[in-house]
C-alpha cells in the first residue's frame, strides 16, 4: 500500500509540474497581437469624436519587415487637440489609401480616460468618410 501511496504522489506532483511548465512557457505576445487586442478593446469602449486626416505615410521597409503605412490624424476632445497616428499597415484591405487625402473628415475612437489613445480604422469599424 505504501508503495502505491508513493506511485501517486509521483505522478500528481509530475502531472502538476508539466501543467505549471505549459502555462509559464506561453509564447509572449506579439507586437501584431498587442495593436489587435488595443483595437478590440477600443472598438468595445470608445468614444467617436469628429476628427480629420492630415496625411498617409508610408515608411521605408526595415531589413526583413514590410513597409509600414501610417495614417495621421487630429482631433479635439474637451478643448484639447490631438494629433496621432496609426499603423494602418495590416487593415489595408479595408481601406483606400488612395482616398484619404489632406483634410478629409473622419471620425475617431478613442478611450475617455485616456483620449490620446485613439484610432480610425479597426477590422470591425471604420472611421474614414470617403
Same mark, same amino acid.
Request: charged residues 20%; glycine residues 8%.
Given at each position: 500500500?505504501?508503495?502505491?501511496? /508513493?506511485?501517486?504522489?509521483?505522478?500528481?506532483?509530475?502531472?502538476?509540474?508539466?501543467?505549471?511548465?505549459?502555462?509559464?512557457?506561453?509564447?509572449?505576445?506579439? +507586437?501584431?497581437? /498587442? +495593436?489587435? +487586442?488595443?483595437? %478590440?478593446?477600443? &472598438?468595445?469602449?470608445?468614444?467617436?469624436? &469628429?476628427?480629420?486626416?492630415?496625411?498617409?505615410? =508610408?515608411?521605408?521597409? $526595415?531589413?526583413?519587415?514590410?513597409?509600414?503605412?501610417?495614417?495621421?490624424?487630429?482631433?479635439?476632445?474637451?478643448?484639447?487637440?490631438? =494629433?496621432?497616428?496609426?499603423?494602418? %499597415?495590416?487593415?489595408?484591405?479595408?481601406?483606400? /489609401?488612395?482616398?484619404?487625402? /489632406?483634410?478629409?473628415?473622419?471620425?475617431?475612437?478613442?478611450?475617455?480616460? $485616456?483620449?490620446?489613445?485613439?484610432?480610425?480604422?479597426? =477590422?470591425?469599424?471604420?472611421?474614414?468618410?470617403?
Amino acid at each position: 500500500m505504501d508503495s502505491f501511496r /508513493l506511485y501517486s504522489v509521483v505522478v500528481a506532483g509530475s502531472a502538476i509540474a508539466l501543467g505549471a511548465y505549459a502555462f509559464l512557457r506561453r509564447k509572449p505576445k506579439g +507586437e501584431a497581437d /498587442l +495593436e489587435r +487586442e488595443r483595437r %478590440t478593446w477600443l &472598438d468595445g469602449i470608445g468614444r467617436i469624436t &469628429d476628427g480629420t486626416v492630415i496625411d498617409v505615410q =508610408e515608411l521605408a521597409p $526595415n531589413t526583413g519587415h514590410h513597409a509600414a503605412v501610417f495614417l495621421i490624424y487630429k482631433y479635439d476632445v474637451a478643448g484639447v487637440s490631438y =494629433e496621432c497616428s496609426q499603423d494602418v %499597415t495590416y487593415l489595408r484591405q479595408w481601406i483606400n /489609401l488612395h482616398s484619404c487625402r /489632406l483634410g478629409l473628415p473622419t471620425s475617431v475612437k478613442y478611450d475617455p480616460h $485616456n483620449p490620446g489613445n485613439s484610432l480610425v480604422v479597426s =477590422e470591425s469599424w471604420m472611421g474614414l468618410r470617403q
